[in-house]
Structure formats: structure tokens, C-alpha cells
């Protein structure tokens, strides 16, 4: 069945980087979109990044546009995005979620959830 | 961009009709028909019920509806069920790739 499959909890320091990834499965992985969202502790969704699998192509949201890479591995379907110069704000769960079929704008499936936590 | 306005909670007894709105401006939910709402358990991923403004995806229940007037969508849920109970975010894309979320409304059966 279609699936995304995220990495697991992270702890990491103020001023580290985290790199968290998202395995995909049950569909052609360079036909969908990727998106990051994210949600700190009882907050709303906030969108982070879209990207295409398999090419260098990828948007980001302005708050993020500066600290944030998404890149991809077609021969491991996976999806990475990385933050760097973490603060406590950055502590929150991500999620990955593919982008439904061209034109419709929405997300479709998503991942479990990879929880990030910032702290010294 | 700034996130889209939902009422923060709604309540209603089982069977009931509740509605969430969600605000945004002309640029974003007045001018794209790509209003998507997402169902959201407590420890659980979001789950797609509405896209594209009145769409539900196969398998979403039929008392999911969606709606849009102007710069404001709405979510609407017909004969409230316990299993219901959860918080809901609508989604607008934006334009240029970008999307904005709403900031979410909790809803709980009385």
C-alpha cells in the first residue's frame, strides 16, 4: 500500500542541525511532490517545504528559507529535509506528505511523524 | 504569509450539524478553488477528508462537506459522530508552490 515512512526521534542541541528522512513506497516515487510540514507542541500545522523527487526542484516558506534543504534519493525513494542553526522554536514533529495527483493541491498521505527536540 | 483563521472550538451533540469556517484573504483562499481540510487525532497524522474546496478523497464519510463563499471556506459535518471528535485544519495553496494552514479548530461532542 501507498506509504511514507519517517526517521526516528531526534534530540539535538541549540545551534545543531537535524536531518530527517522519509522513505516512500507503493507508488512511482518521482511522479508526487513532497511536502514538510511541521507542528510544535499543541500548535497548528504550519507548512514548511514542497519539493520533486528526483530533481534539485524545491520551494520553501519564507521562515524557513534560509535553514532549511530538502534533497531526495530516487534509488532509495527517500526524501530528506535538513534544518540547520536549530533553536528551541525549531522543536516540533515534521511530517513529510505526498502531494496528490497534478492539480489538486492537496496532501494525500502522510508520514508518521518524526519528533524534533531542541534543547541544551 | 499569514496563517488562515479558524474559530479556535465548536461543540455539538452527537447527531448534530456542525460548521467550521476558515478565513484568508483574496489573494490566497478568494482566488484558488484548492481548499483542502485535514482531520487530526490527538498523537496522529492529519488525514485528507476535503480537497479542492468540496471533494472527498474515497473512503471519507459522506456527512463531510465543503463549501466556499468569497475569501472564507467552510467545513461542514452532518450527524456528528463520537469518532468525530478530533481538530480540524483547512489549507489553501497560495501560489509560486506555497500553501498556508489554518490555525485549526478543536471539535468536541457535548
Known amino acids: 500500500q501507498v506509504q511514507l515512512v519517517q526517521s526516528g526521534a531526534e534530540v539535538k542541541k541549540p545551534g545543531a542541525s537535524v536531518k530527517v528522512s522519509c522513505k516512500a513506497s507503493?507508488?512511482?516515487?518521482?511522479?508526487?511532490?513532497i511536502n514538510w510540514v511541521r507542528q510544535a507542541p499543541g500548535q497548528g500545522l504550519e507548512w514548511v517545504a514542497s519539493?520533486?523527487?528526483?530533481?534539485?526542484?524545491?520551494v520553501y516558506d519564507q521562515r524557513f528559507r534560509d535553514r532549511v534543504t530538502v534533497t531526495s534519493d530516487t534509488s532509495m525513494t527517500t526524501i530528506f529535509m535538513e534544518i540547520n542553526s536549530l533553536t528551541s522554536e525549531d522543536t516540533a514533529i515534521y511530517y513529510c506528505?505526498?502531494?496528490?495527483?497534478?492539480?489538486?493541491?492537496?496532501?494525500?498521505?502522510w508520514g508518521q511523524g518524526t519528533r524534533v527536540t531542541v534543547s541544551s | 504569509q499569514s496563517a488562515l483563521t479558524q474559530t479556535a472550538s465548536v461543540s455539538g451533540s452527537l447527531g448534530q450539524s456542525i460548521s467550521i469556517s476558515c478565513t484568508g484573504t483574496?489573494?490566497?483562499?478568494?482566488?484558488?478553488?484548492?481548499v483542502s481540510w485535514y482531520q487530526q487525532h490527538p498523537g496522529k497524522a492529519p488525514r485528507l477528508i476535503i480537497q479542492?474546496?468540496?471533494w472527498r478523497p474515497p473512503g471519507v464519510p459522506t456527512r463531510f462537506t465543503g463549501s466556499k463563499s468569497g475569501n472564507t471556506a467552510s467545513l461542514t459535518i452532518s450527524g456528528l459522530q463520537a469518532e468525530d471528535e478530533a481538530d480540524y485544519f483547512c489549507?489553501?495553496?497560495?501560489?509560486?508552490?506555497?500553501?498556508?494552514f489554518g490555525t485549526g479548530t478543536k471539535v468536541s461532542i457535548l
Open positions: 506528505a505526498r502531494l496528490s495527483q497534478s492539480g489538486q493541491e492537496a496532501f494525500d498521505v
Open positions: 507503493g507508488y512511482t516515487f518521482i511522479n508526487y511532490g
Open positions: 519539493a520533486t523527487p528526483g530533481t534539485s526542484d524545491a
Open positions: 483574496a489573494d490566497d483562499v478568494g482566488k484558488y478553488n484548492f
Open positions: 479542492e474546496v468540496i
Open positions: 489549507c489553501t495553496y497560495a501560489g509560486n508552490r506555497n500553501y498556508v
